[in-house]
């Protein structure tokens, strides 16, 4: 080649390569190191595995969960990741707890008409498993109409009624004109802890409850009783956190079928009568049953039991970390929680969806950056944690026993059912809580046109394991969202129904907008329910808080003054 023409490809290949750098420009593409590293073979291999009939549906407690936290480790460790646990290793033990009926419970009193009692399973149930202990005898039975005090509705059937020391009769969920679409079960009236708060203000020693006639007709709103064996097979658990100080368990509280409400109300159909005149505010309608007197024993045991989160880490230049996290249980035999368990209860949950899409996505993210060969900015946490679909347990344990100081957490990013987006669209939760947070996630976006991203400018919801590092630790979070969906807590939440194309697009997506918060030089601020909560760089988190005062700063201060 002669000269001059190499002079003029030498030049044209410049020219091409300033026009491709100006069009691609680190801004305009991902740049996140070995994101191409994530497939779908990956994916896939961890959701099968997770959500396969033989983990039983990961209940936690249960052996099949333990599994899954040994897989979220040993994936981990494969990776590259250093464990970042309780004493150097891999596990944060999370301790729990339940009751169990030491007897069945029994529920009887007697009238002019003779002896009457109740039977354990058919005419009233616990509504979550063994409550608390009560053994009264001769106890007095109160009726409290809804327990609503909604001054919004100028309505108060708790008003003037003397509870203290008796058993609380009320009907489940809110006023019948008030259920606009038949029923409610969100509205904080309906709430079963808005209604045991008050009976417990109010002096109540318990709570029996009815779905009364007028309320039914909807998904779990029926006569019939929940099944008292799922409380056994899966009991409500919470956190163990000590003794538990009087007044601070929940009141025993029974579920009661509508035929034996009328028994105690007096005869067939009383209850009905009694919430139509409630529903129409004829409070005056109140039946008085001072006359009763009920012997009722209800004996129950605390049981111990723990379970594991699973963490590790990848250090980055500073000491200020990103955090990820993902719950790694689900429902098992969807004894707890299951939205079909009239039709699929003792069924496998496996929970494809929710969540082994999301720990897959904490995995594939963790592998990537380990194996780029690329030292972050700032430090990286993965978590997965256990319990979420009993209450955010583990990750409440978490926020308590933090394994690192919240203060050093600069954004936590939670993952939870990204595995069945529905026409390309994925919700972006909680952004607003942070700028910082809303304009990376906002930058990013678009480098995925794949997706079609909603956020939205309202606080993150109390749905899933962000809640308590927002509400608890002051710290910005969000929250990726593929929607609720047909699926979601049943049955037929496996591994082949999941959408992996667009689950793929996201995790990619979330490992950049992962990647940009490190490399960031900036800090997150944070809007939300915790006051003067403080960020890495010392500095309160919410810019209206004051800045806080170091004690030795204000010595200084008060010696220079004098």
């Not at 899954?68 to 480790?73: E, H, K, N």
């Not at 047909?486 to 996201?506: C, G």
Request: aromatic share 8%; with cysteine; glycine share 8%.
């Amino acid at each position: 080649m002669k000269a001059w023409k190499l002079f003029a490809a030498g030049a044209l290949l410049v020219s091409l390569g300033a026009n491709v750098l100006a069009n691609d420009s680190p801004l305009e593409r991902p740049t996140a190191p070995n994101i191409d590293s994530i497939t779908l073979e990956d994916i896939k291999s961890d959701v099968y595995f997770l959500a396969c009939d033989e983990m039983v549906g990961r209940e936690t407690t249960r052996p099949e969960s333990l599994v899954a936290s040994a897989y979220a480790r040993s994936r981990m460790e494969r990776a590259g990741v250093k464990p970042a646990g309780e004493d150097g290793g891999w596990y944060q033990t999370v301790k729990l707890r339940h009751r169990a009926w030491e007897q069945t419970p029994t529920l009887s009193w007697k009238t002019e008409d003779g002896a009457h009692e109740l039977k354990y399973g058919e005419d009233f149930v616990s509504t979550g498993g063994a409550e608390s202990s009560l053994e009264l005898e001769s106890a007095e039975i109160v009726f409290a109409g809804y327990a609503v005090n909604d001054s919004s509705h100028s309505y108060n059937d708790m008003e003037g009624v003397d509870l203290k020391g008796k058993i609380a009769l009320i009907m489940r969920y809110e006023p019948t004109p008030w259920m606009k679409s038949g029923r409610n079960p969100f509205s904080r009236n309906a709430y079963l802890q808005t209604k045991e708060a008050l009976c417990r203000a109010a002096g109540a020693v318990g709570v029996l409850m009815v779905t009364a006639p007028r309320s039914l007709g909807s998904s779990d709103n029926r006569r019939q009783l929940p099944s008292p064996d799922a409380g056994d097979k899966s009991p409500p658990l919470e956190l163990d956190l000590g003794e538990v100080k009087p007044g601070e368990a929940s009141l025993p509280f029974f579920h009661i079928s509508v035929d034996a409400c009328d028994t105690l109300l007096g005869g067939e159909g009383e209850t009905e009568r009694v919430q139509k005149a409630f529903d129409d505010a004829d409070l005056a309608a109140r039946p008085d049953l001072s006359a009763m007197r009920v012997n009722f024993k209800a004996r129950s045991t605390i049981v111990h039991e723990q379970d594991r989160n699973v963490a590790g880490m990848i250090r980055g230049e500073t000491d200020e970390w990103i955090v990820f996290g993902a719950h790694h249980d689900h429902l098992g035999y969807g004894y707890f929680g299951a939205r079909d368990a009239r039709t699929a209860m003792g069924q496998i949950h496996n929970g494809a969806d929710d969540n082994a899409s999301g720990v897959a996505t904490v995995l594939e993210i963790a592998e990537a950056l380990a194996q780029s060969g690329r030292k972050p900015r700032r430090s990286f946490l993965f978590l997965t944690f256990t319990g979420e679909e009993k209450g955010l347990l583990g990750s409440a344990w978490y926020c308590r026993h933090p394994l690192i100081p919240h203060e050093k957490v600069v954004a936590m990013i939670n993952i939870d059912m990204i595995g069945r987006i529905e026409q390309h669209k994925l919700t972006m939760d909680g952004t607003s809580c942070s700028k910082l947070l809303d304009a990376t996630c906002k930058e990013v976006a678009p480098l995925f046109p794949e997706l079609t991203v909603e956020f939205s400018d309202k606080p993150p919801m109390p749905a899933s394991d962000h809640w308590p590092f927002y509400s608890q630790a002051g710290i910005p979070c969000f929250f990726p969202f593929g929607g609720i969906n047909k699926f979601m807590h049943t049955a037929e939440d496996d591994p082949e129904t999941i959408n992996y194309d667009d689950m793929l697009v996201v995790i990619k997506m979330l490992y950049e907008i992962s990647w940009r918060l490190s490399e960031s030089k900036e800090y997150a601020d944070y809007s939300g329910p915790v006051k003067n909560c403080i960020g890495p760089d010392g500095n309160p988190r919410d810019p209206k808080a004051p800045k806080p005062v170091d004690p030795d700063e204000e010595l200084e201060e008060e010696f220079s003054a004098r």
